[in-house]
């Protein structure tokens, strides 16, 4: 019993030391006079995936836009672990300099090149992670041109892993729905992110399409080694998914959980099916 205790102890001091690779604290964000995000705190650690959901407007998206450069927060602290393992203040970073530290998204709507092919799209992804330069591109050198050939392969192989590489050399805009947004995901990845942000990856899809989604997310997390933030409205992709879920309303967290504990919580069930439930 002892042993046992001690044991828990120095698990949970392990546990405790594990530096989150997202941290943000206390953010804000105002457009004039609404402020879309009030003091919203929460954490991503390596080996989780995380989900934040809430109705619409309630500042998902506005969140993201914060913690991927798009947008400077008014107030607050946008923490990452760089790939050296040392934590940088990122506010007001640009999103091209937020991907080179090692986060990559997709958005709500999808936004690849539609009239480039589908291993181009993946290669643009990659465009962080090399080091090309104007002359190198124009002179055709020999350090530029193995560079290109190991993005290709590099691109190739994320393809492979989902499952698209029958389409390699399809125009993106010809793609399916459901592979387009998975086609988005592989250009993330293309950046080798240690934490992707997924904006409704599930939106539009069908049942069918959300359940192979699922599991590529969880691959994604086993596999790659890449931890997930995801805003989601599908519930029972994220309840099935999650390691813990934020729930934001109004711009404000709501609470915040595992997926049992947000089932369970009466300000969460009052927030989406109204006071009168009685889940
Ligand atoms: N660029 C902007 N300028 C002004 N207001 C904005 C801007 N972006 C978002 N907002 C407002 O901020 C609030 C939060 O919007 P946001 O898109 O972050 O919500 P959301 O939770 O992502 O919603 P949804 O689930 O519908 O995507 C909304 O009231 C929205 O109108």
């Given amino acids: 019993m002892l042993e046992e205790n001690i044991f828990m102890k120095v698990r949970s001091k392990k546990r405790a030391m594990v530096k989150p690779i997202l941290e943000v604290k206390e953010l804000c964000m105002d457009f004039g006079?609404?402020?879309a995000l009030d003091h919203v705190n929460l954490q991503v650690s390596k080996d989780q995936i995380v989900a934040l959901i809430g109705p619409n407007g309630?500042?998902?998206?506005?969140f993201f836009n914060c913690v991927t450069g798009i947008y400077?927060?008014?107030e607050g602290d946008v923490f990452v672990l760089d790939r050296k393992g040392k934590k940088r203040r990122i506010n007001g970073y640009k999103p091209n300099k937020v991907t080179e530290l090692g986060l990559a998204r997709t958005f709500q709507n999808i936004r690849l090149f539609p009239n480039m092919t589908v291993l181009e799209n993946v290669m643009i992804g990659r465009h962080t992670r090399t080091k090309a330069w104007i002359f190198g591109a124009l002179l055709r050198d020999k350090k530029t041109v193995q560079e290109e050939q190991e993005t290709i392969e590099i691109s190739y192989n994320i393809l492979r892993k989902l499952h698209l590489e029958k389409y390699v050399n399809e125009i993106a805009s010809n793609l399916p729905y459901g592979a387009q947004r998975r086609l988005e995901i592989a250009r993330a990845l293309a950046a080798e992110p240690s934490l992707l942000l997924l904006d409704e990856p599930a939106a539009g899809m069908n049942p069918q399409e959300t359940k192979e989604l699922e599991?590529?997310?969880?691959?994604?997390?086993?596999?790659?080694?890449?931890?997930?933030l995801l805003i989601e409205h599908d519930m029972k992709l994220v309840m099935n998914i999650s390691d813990?879920?934020?729930?934001?309303?109004?711009?404000?967290?709501?609470a915040q959980g595992t997926p049992q504990e947000i089932k369970e919580d009466p300000r969460v069930i009052k927030a989406y099916l109204g006071e009168d439930h009685d889940a």
């Fill in 33 to 35: 006079g609404l402020r």
């Fill in 244 to 254: 813990m879920v934020y729930v934001m309303e109004y711009g404000r967290l709501l």
């Fill in 215 to 228: 599991e590529l997310i969880r691959q994604i997390k086993e596999q790659e080694k890449v931890a997930i």
């Fill in 58 to 62: 309630a500042g998902k998206t506005t």
């Fill in 72 to 74: 400077n927060p008014t």
